[in-house]
């Protein structure tokens, strides 16, 4: 297996721009989570899904973000419209169980300018 | 409010000796914490971790204390290795959460 699938890996755009970042999580997992991480912060949990269905959104900053999982392949995280403060890397991980070994993806680090 | 605290951001420990990362925590009730490693430009991977009910869980060169009565857990890595150099993340899970710790960086020196 190749492990999470994130795109893009890096996402500079201008504030007020909508951003769309995109997971693959592994085959077979049926817990799928959105992280993000800044130094302020560190690694915060925005929202989870389990069998496509959005089980704690409570971590989502504000409603610029949302998040979908259309089928068990594929999810998006999507800010609109995007601010600078959003700037920081996205993690989306999945695991087989709700918070057993979590797999992570290799992020996507987004600029806001 | 921080529930889960890694106090010290970073950590420089000569190759061969023991490391020691800490964390401590405000909240009492949990199912498990869980350890995790990040090298740069890569996402985090699962390394240990602990149930409540224990004290001590031991794999290879990782063993993970938790102390309940101080609220504390601790990851010693021994002998400390080159490729241990990265940031450690301690996280715990409770009911449906999940929350991390800020990290702490090692530096593993020659």
Known sequence: ?113 | DQQVKQNSPSLSVQEGRISILNCDYTNSMFDYFLWYKKYPAEGPTFLISISSIKDKNEDGRFTVFLNKSAKHLSLHIVPSQPGDSAVYFCAYTRDDKIIFGKGTRLHILP
């Open chain 1, 1 to 113: 297996d190749a492990g999470v699938i994130q795109s893009p890996r890096h996402e500079v755009t201008e504030m007020g721009q909508e951003v769309t970042l995109r997971c693959k999580p592994i085959s077979g997992h049926d817990y799928l989570f959105w992280y993000r991480q800044t130094m302020m912060r560190g690694l915060e949990l925005l929202i989870y899904f389990n069998n496509n269905v959005p089980i704690d959104d409570s971590g989502m900053p504000e409603d610029r973000f949302s998040a979908k999982m259309p089928n068990a392949s594929f999810s998006t995280l999507k800010i609109q419209p995007s601010e600078p403060r959003d700037s920081a890397v996205y993690f989306c991980a999945s695991s087989p169980g709700p918070f057993n070994e979590q797999f992570f993806g290799p992020g996507t680090r987004l600029t806001v300018l």
